[in-house]
């Protein structure tokens, strides 16, 4: 497939009539919408100062001018930096000024944030500017490597870093995703993850845009609502992130749930027992992938993939050790199913051929170097592969935990606490050994149901693949795990609160797999 732009993707709806966007209960036809953004590219072209990065910033929920002004943006060889709402004071105007923006365009019930904060003297504007009533559709040439849009990571291990996301790694995907599955112009795609985000972007309006459907954006992700909009605009296509997923999930179940348009739903990081569920229950497919803003790596996923896995890798993506830097081999199990050569199948996962669709970050080249290296692309994401070439997640580098001696990655015990039916969440991660390395510590959320730590403690016992080394010493029982706008755990605040925190722990009482409820922190000293 050749690459095309989203300035191309937008062309080829110029004429189409035929409806392109909704929103709440408003319709706009794509021809109009393409108008909206010819009309925008001329307002950005009059005031932009064209001697300084180009950059737009926009902070707003999934408004129908989130899509105006990034057409607009790919229109005028602008660049539209995705600002995140949930942000505020210095971090807000940190990733700001870190964007060069020349000016914010802000929903007005977000510019109060913006109100007495530095930003280097960059205005601030409505969102819904007046430019000229026709514009006539003259574009400027535009390539796929050229810069669209400046995408914030989530920030879970530190500040967000701007990734430069270009028209190429916006329209290839929404073109083959498209393909993929089948979508035309007679389909809708439901658009609910935040747009500042890259799976609303990459996974839902390139795709409605590159094939031809109607887009039916959110303002804001609900659960309660998900359903009903799916109805209500007659959606068969929905992106997602794995938590909201599980919010959908957690929702009361109705008898004619499984009586919806909804065909298929495409994203990432959805827990085994929540993808299955929301395929019995709304009975559609849903295809779980591997994804990350900054890109680089890709898997090929097949029927025949066991639950729980990415896939198989693409051909140039490797588990490379992270010391050694050599390719690791596959793992290993015991007749209990646990992982019996951890030290030496767990590695990174990292593209050997370079880049891929990694164009780097802006302003951050201590960074870009961190990702390539020795022409490699390094995810920082931590993977094993079993003997048939089928990758599992293990974790982030910097959740890696050294427990006496042995690396462990986080994730491979999040599932097993998750297989427990009174846990809706969880999150595992390091605290200090008082002699030396790591303990494992586990956050969990019940959400409201009664779990006692004794029964607990058998049920962690019964889990033939969980290590002796992988039950964790602490639980602390939460109302919710801390989260980003796009939904991640922020396990750095859990792992800096460690023991000293207002949440009943349970403390593993011995060598067996037994646990005592204490609220006193001195008590597990």
Same mark, same amino acid.
């Given at each position: 497939m050749s690459v095309p732009t989203v300035t191309e993707l937008l062309l080829a709806r110029a004429g189409d009539e035929r409806p392109g966007l909704r929103f709440e209960d408003e319709t706009q036809s794509w021809a109009t919408h393409v108008r909206a953004s010819a009309r925008h590219a001329a307002d950005l072209r009059e005031t932009l100062d064209w001697d300084k990065p180009p950059h737009v910033g926009i902070l707003a929920d999934n408004v129908p001018a989130f899509s105006t002004l990034l057409g607009a943006c790919a229109f005028a060889g602008a660049v539209l930096v995705g600002l995140n709402p949930t942000r505020r004071g210095e971090a807000l105007a940190r990733d700001i000024r870190l964007a060069d923006c020349q000016f914010v365009l802000a929903e007005r019930k977000y510019q109060p944030l913006l109100d007495g904060l530095d930003l280097g003297g960059i205005g601030v504007r409505?969102?819904?500017?007046?430019?000229?009533?026709?514009?006539?559709?003259?574009?400027?040439?535009?390539?796929?490597?050229?810069?669209?849009?400046?995408?914030?990571?989530?920030?879970?291990?530190?500040?967000?870093?701007?990734?430069?996301?270009?028209?190429?790694?916006?329209a290839f995907p929404g073109a083959m995703l498209a393909q993929r599955f089948g979508l035309s112009t007679s389909d809708t795609v439901y658009v609910t993850m935040p747009m500042f985000h890259s799976n609303a972007v990459m996974a839902g309006w390139a795709v409605g845009l590159a094939a031809g459907a109607t887009i039916a954006l959110r303002r804001r992700f609900s659960a309660s609502?998900?359903?009903?909009?799916?109805?209500? %605009?007659?959606?068969?296509?929905?992106?997602?992130?794995?938590?909201?997923?599980?919010?959908?999930?957690?929702?009361?179940?109705?008898?004619?749930?499984?009586?919806?348009?909804?065909?298929?739903?495409?994203?990432?990081?959805?827990?085994?027992?929540?993808?299955?569920?929301?395929?019995?229950?709304?009975?559609?497919?849903?295809?779980?992938?591997?994804?990350?803003?900054?890109?680089?790596?890709? %898997?090929?996923?097949?029927?025949?993939?066991?639950?729980?896995?990415?896939?198989?890798?693409?051909?140039?993506?490797?588990?490379?050790?992270?010391?050694?830097?050599?390719?690791?081999?596959?793992?290993? %199990?015991?007749?209990?199913?646990?992982?019996?050569?951890? +030290?030496?199948?767990?590695?990174?996962?990292v593209n050997t051929a370079g880049a891929g669709w990694f164009a780097g970050y802006y302003r951050d080249p201590g960074a870009d170097a961190d990702r390539l290296r020795g022409g490699q692309f390094h995810t920082g994401d931590l993977a094993y592969a079993d003997a048939e070439g089928f990758c599992y997640f293990a974790g982030r580098l910097g959740d890696w935990l050294r427990?006496?001696? +042995?690396?462990?990655?986080?994730?491979?015990?999040?599932?097993?606490l998750l297989r427990h039916p009174a846990i809706t969440d969880a999150a595992v991660y390091a605290v200090p050994d008082p002699v030396t390395g790591d303990r494992v510590m586990a956050a969990i959320v019940t959400g409201g149901t009664p779990l006692d730590p004794a029964e607990f403690g058998r049920f962690l016992a019964d889990q033939p693949d969980l290590g002796p080394k992988q039950v964790p010493e602490y639980v602390r029982t939460v109302r919710e795990l801390p989260r980003t706008s796009t939904f991640k755990v922020v396990k750095r605040r859990l792992a800096a609160e460690g023991l000293n925190c207002p949440d009943v722990i349970w403390a593993r009482t011995g060598r067996d797999i037994a646990y005592a409820i204490t609220s006193t922190v001195d008590n597990l000293a």
């Open positions: 409505d969102l819904e500017p007046h430019p000229s009533a026709t514009t006539p559709l003259d574009p400027v040439p535009a390539s796929p490597d050229d810069l669209l849009m400046l995408i914030f990571t989530s920030g879970t291990s530190g500040d967000p870093k701007a990734v430069r996301c270009t028209h190429g790694k916006i609502g998900f359903l009903p909009d799916v109805r209500k %605009f007659g959606a068969n296509y929905a992106s997602y992130v794995g938590k909201p997923l599980s919010y959908v999930v957690a929702t009361p179940p109705r008898p004619d749930d499984a009586d919806n348009p909804l065909r298929l739903v495409y994203g990432n990081e959805g827990a085994s027992a929540d993808l299955a569920a929301f395929e019995k229950r709304f009975g559609c497919k849903v295809v779980d992938a591997f994804g990350s803003t900054e890109g680089g790596v890709g %898997f090929a996923r097949t029927d025949d993939t066991p639950p729980g896995s990415l896939g198989r890798p693409a051909e140039d993506v490797a588990i490379l050790h992270p010391h050694t830097g050599r390719p690791c081999p596959p793992a290993e %199990f015991d007749p209990d199913g646990r992982l019996a050569n951890a +030290e030496e199948a767990v590695g990174e996962l427990v006496d001696g +042995e690396n462990l990655g986080t994730a491979p015990i999040e599932r097993i």
